[in-house]
């Protein structure tokens, strides 16, 4: 048994998150979660709402609320989302907590101790029709690059090269859309990151298990030359900027920690709320000293997050000189878009999470976002397509074969598991191809290759259907009544073991399949033994057992709903 830390990026506290969001780290942070709890693992999975920055100033603005008031109601709004979708946080924290507080104030003094942090006076954009500094998101112009017109503050969008707002040309307020910006002096604390860069390759150089879309962007980062970058802001909303004693840093008063610069560390201070809940210890998950040598890290993220995951974060924990866990694996993914541009939620482009729920149940999409998982290429979400791997997968394939099978054992044998009849040649094909399959399908869950997980899930219930063609139970059964049991009783086997393969995907019609033929809790774990112990699988349910059809698992999606949602929420459909 291992132990894993999860940690999923933070969703940010401006409204519930679009199908995008969910795809690229949420859900499938879960997915692996739940599958690794089904191999016997010690999981502990964290997650938190990113509150502070400037986004959050301005969408409590536009709701007409407190900064405060507005997180608190928003973190609860995100909460029960996830909750829709059955994510299954061990603890679903929030960076504005008191902890995040103390554990950021905390890092930023160790670092200065440390002479990673210096205070200088830079340049920043002042757009006077906000009357307001604009952090660099907030600055768009065109990219002194690539010449692309929309580039932010921060990032190029198009080419991904790190800016610097006063970069821009033609810069302007993407807040108020103002070109009326100047330039003006500020004092900031910066974090010398470009001091870190030899320790931060050596530790990318030295990391396995990461993606080639991870580790390009830390390379490509690294060897465009890390910059110092400013780890404060001029914001009222965010953690204060304190001296050793913790008291307001002089001249810093109307400042607080950059966004990026506490975000990350909720990782850890959800973890120390999650154990003052539950009476766990945090710090044998954080701390080496601690007991945390042995836990496995795992983070899940869109490659949008990605630089600040592998090198701020990074430079945050490593030149703190404390024993803090680095992450050991590192899931990136890359954009799920929306008919040809991307899910917004700033923009409102997309379906969101809200929304989805009430189009389709949380099944549906969990199976469509996972099967279709952007890890090698953006991937594009259509309704046409969301029908199709509903209707054929989820219906056509799992639901027609759980309910023929269970339909007949109710009908012909009195809705109980038949004895009697010896295995043939179709009991020795399924057991061949289990063999085969089943060690895949765990191997492509621990490595995170969700996209082969999820074929190799449906290849297994697909080999349910083929089997029961090879059987015939019902042909069988009008001359050997023996020979009908063995189909059936294999086939209600298969229905019990592809109901406990489908629990980390699609949670609820795997507890529903699971209940109907009376698995217990206990036995619906994945311990499927070695190679030699797969035969077992599918007689290892005892014959007496009362076994019921399930209700309706799947209903299928039609055109005329393909048809409303696309008027409703655009798309070519």
């Known amino acids: 048994m291992a132990r894993i830390l999860i940690t999923s990026a933070l969703p940010y506290i401006n409204g519930v998150k679009h199908m995008g969001n969910l795809a690229g780290s949420m859900l499938p942070a879960d997915v692996y979660a739940r599958a690794m709890r089904l191999l016997g693992h010690d999981v502990l999975y964290i997650c938190a709402t990113d509150e502070h920055g400037t986004p959050a100033e301005l969408a409590a603005q536009e709701a007409g609320m407190e900064v405060a008031e507005y997180c608190e109601k928003m973190h609860a709004a995100q909460k029960e989302a996830g909750d829709h979708y059955k994510l299954s946080y061990d603890y679903f924290g929030r960076s504005s907590a008191a902890s995040n507080h103390e554990l ?14 210096e205070e200088r006076t830079s340049q920043q954009v002042y757009s006077n029709a906000d009357g307001r500094f604009l952090p660099d998101r907030y600055v768009e112009g065109t990219c002194p690059n690539c010449e692309f017109e929309k580039a932010r503050g ?19 307020s993407s807040v108020s859309g103002s070109h009326d910006v100047e330039v003006r002096e500020t004092n900031h604390l910066y974090l010398k990151q470009s001091e870190m860069s030899d320790k931060l390759r050596a530790w990318v150089d030295a990391s396995e298990g990461w993606p080639v879309l991870a580790s390009s962007i830390a390379y490509k980062w690294l060897d465009e030359g890390l910059r110092d970058r400013a780890i404060t802001r001029d914001l009222k909303w965010g953690i204060p900027v304190t001296d050793s004693d913790g008291k307001p840093r002089a001249g810093f008063e109307n400042k607080v920690f950059y966004v990026w610069f506490d975000a990350p560390v909720e990782y850890i201070a959800a973890t120390k709320d999650w154990a003052a809940e ?18 496995e890290y795992v983070q899940f993220m869109g490659k949008d997050n990605v630089a600040f995951h592998t090198l701020s974060f990074p430079t945050t ?31 409102k482009r997309g379906v969101f999470m809200d929304q989805g729920i009430d189009i389709a149940p949380s099944d549906y999409w969990r199976w469509h976002l996972m099967t279709n998982a952007p890890e090698s290429a953006d991937a594009a979400f259509t309704w046409e397509e969301f029908q199709s791997g509903v209707n054929s997968d989820l219906a056509n394939v799992l639901g027609n074969f759980v309910n023929r099978i269970t339909s007949y054992c109710s009908k012909k044998f009195d809705g109980t598991l038949p004895a009697g009849g010896e295995p043939g040649e179709a009991e020795a094909w399924i057991v061949k191809e289990l063999e085969t399959r089943i060690p895949a399908l765990v191997n492509y869950y621990e490595t995170r290759e969700f996209r082969k997980a999820m074929a190799e899930t449906r290849a297994i219930w697909a080999s349910g259907n083929e089997y029961l063609t090879q059987a015939a139970p019902w042909t069988h059964y009008k001359t050997d009544v023996d020979q009908a049991a063995i189909g059936v009783r294999t086939g209600i086997n298969l229905v019990a073991l592809f109901g406990i393969i489908a629990q980390p995907i699609i949670p609820d019609a795997a507890a529903k399949i699971l209940g109907a033929i009376n698995i217990p809790e206990e036995n619906r774990t994945w311990n499927f033994g070695d190679v030699s112990d797969i035969a077992g699988l599918i007689d290892a349910l005892p014959p007496g057992l009362p076994v019921a059809a399930p209700e309706l698992l799947f209903t299928k999606i039609e055109d005329e709903d393909v048809a409303d949602w696309g008027e409703k929420f655009g798309g070519a459909a």
């Open 104 to 117: 950021t104030q905390h890092f930023a003094q160790v670092l200065e101790e440390n002479g990673l942090l």
């Open 154 to 172: 921060d990032q190029c969008d198009n080419c991904g090269k790190l800016l610097d707002p006063v970069d821009l040309i033609n810069p302007y």
């Open 278 to 295: 539950t009476g766990g210890d945090w710090e044998s998950w954080w701390r080496t000293d601690k007991g945390a040598d042995d836990v």
């Open 317 to 347: 924990i490593l030149g703190s000189g404390e024993p803090w866990k680095l992450v050991d694996r590192l899931k990136a993914f890359n954009w799920v878009t929306w008919y040809g541009g991307k899910f917004s939620t700033s923009q």
